[in-house]
């Protein structure tokens, strides 16, 4: 539309053009009209005037034509875009209620999954609660790993699954202790701790898939663990980890995955005792009898030796196992050395 306005224009510019030069050449006769009518050849110059007057009525009637034929061309068009308008307009606003009806669906499912959500939190929290209590007891775990071991490995994928979505979501800004989620997250752990107090819950934790990948987990979430949200976590998870490494496989497991790396940050004197202690006891097992040079060698490097040598000097339950620690390195070398001696003889 833009091309034919464009055109129509220079047809005005010319029709103006035209009309200028013909009034410039009716002054230029009228000036000479004395000279002329006694001027023989008066008829020649009349029927060039007339010929040229003709030729720019001719040529502005074209022009005209053009003009008209253009602006109907350009009508027709605007009365077409209009058409093509108001349908779009009105695709439009059917497009945006349909939006809106999609947006007021999804608010509505979002409040539904989110009453969803809350409420199996708080489902999942009561009843690890309850199986956390009632784990206590070795009579309920034996009686559980007999008749119910489907239910068991069950609620050890519960657990994987649970405290995974709990790292991801909320690390390291965790919800209070007295917050569902956390509860639920406590609870799971509460279960495992009790579960593998008995050898028979240790060997059934790690010949699950689901088992040995919530002890991987376990281990890798310890360093976004802080505050007194994660310490109260780390608690449960280093208790889990201990008496996973009382269990021959879980032992090896646990070297495998190197936890020492991620547990000696429990040394420094800013966490609690009982963090501190049980860090350590975990360090002594995984210390005790540990002929493979090559891994020991690498524990040792990951180990604040000073710190240990501290802690060895004192005189509280700390250094008992700080000493232990120290006695199982150095009697683990020895072996080492002696094994060396006796397969170089």
């Known amino acids: 539309?833009?091309?034919?306005?464009?055109?129509?224009?220079?047809?005005?510019?010319?029709?103006?053009?035209?009309?200028?030069?013909?009034?410039?050449?009716?002054?230029?006769?009228?000036?000479?009209?004395?000279?002329?009518?006694?001027?023989?050849?008066?008829?020649?110059?009349?029927?060039?005037?007339?010929?040229?007057f003709y030729q720019m009525v001719q040529t502005n009637n074209s022009l005209i034509d053009t003009f008209l034929q253009r602006?109907?061309?350009?009508?027709?068009?605007?009365?077409?875009?209009?058409?093509?308008?108001?349908d779009l307009?009105?695709?439009?606003?059917?497009?945006?209620?349909?939006?809106?009806n999609f947006e007021e669906e999804v608010t509505q499912l979002v409040a539904q999954t989110d009453e969803q959500s809350k409420y199996c939190t708080e489902l999942g929290a009561t009843a690890f609660s309850l199986l956390w209590t009632t784990s206590k007891y070795p009579q309920n775990l034996n009686c559980w790993l007999t008749d119910r071991q489907d239910k068991v490995a069950k609620a050890i994928s519960i657990a994987n699954t649970t405290f995974s979505s709990y790292i991801e979501t909320f690390?390291?800004?965790?919800?209070?202790?007295?917050?569902?989620?956390?509860?639920?997250?406590?609870?799971?752990?509460?279960?495992?701790?009790?579960?593998?107090?008995?050898?028979?819950?240790?060997?059934?934790?790690?010949?699950?898939?689901?088992?040995?990948?919530?002890?991987?987990?376990?281990?890798?979430?310890?360093?976004?663990?802080?505050?007194?949200?994660?310490?109260?976590?780390?608690?449960?998870?280093?208790?889990?980890?201990?008496?996973?490494?009382?269990?021959?496989?879980?032992?090896?497991?646990?070297?495998?995955?190197?936890?020492?790396?991620?547990?000696?940050?429990?040394?420094?004197?800013?966490?609690?005792q009982e963090v501190r202690e049980k860090a350590l006891r975990i360090l002594q097992s995984l210390t005790y009898e540990l002929l493979n040079y090559r891994v020991l060698e690498s524990l040792v490097k990951s180990l604040p030796m000073g710190k240990l040598s501290d802690l060895a000097a004192g005189t509280d339950n700390l250094a008992v196992i700080a000493q232990s620690i120290v006695i199982n390195i150095n009697n683990s070398r020895a072996a080492g050395d002696t094994c060396s001696y006796v397969s170089s003889s």
């Not at 013909?22 to 001027?39: H, Q, R, S, V």
């Not at 109907?72 to 108001?86: F, I, N, P, V």
């Open 71 to 86: 602006l109907r061309e350009t009508e027709d068009k605007l009365a077409k875009m209009e058409a093509s308008y108001g």
């Open 171 to 272: 690390s390291p800004n965790y919800p209070p202790l007295k917050n569902d989620i956390t509860e639920f997250a406590m609870s799971v752990l509460g279960f495992i701790a009790n579960l593998t107090s008995i050898g028979e819950g240790r060997q059934f934790l790690l010949k699950l898939s689901d088992g040995r990948d919530l002890i991987n987990q376990l281990i890798q979430a310890i360093p976004s663990l802080v505050g007194e949200i994660g310490q109260s976590v780390v608690q449960l998870i280093l208790l889990i980890l201990y008496n996973v490494s009382l269990n021959r496989e879980g032992l090896a497991y646990l070297l495998e995955l190197k936890v020492y790396e991620n547990v000696v940050k429990f040394f420094d004197d800013c966490f609690p």
């Open 1 to 52: 539309m833009e091309e034919d306005l464009k055109k129509i224009g220079k047809n005005f510019d010319v029709i103006e053009d035209n009309i200028e030069k013909a009034k410039n050449n009716i002054e230029i006769f009228l000036e000479d009209l004395p000279k002329l009518i006694l001027d023989p050849v008066l008829n020649e110059h009349i029927d060039t005037l007339r010929l040229r």
């Open 89 to 100: 307009f009105l695709k439009h606003q059917k497009e945006q209620q349909t939006i809106a």
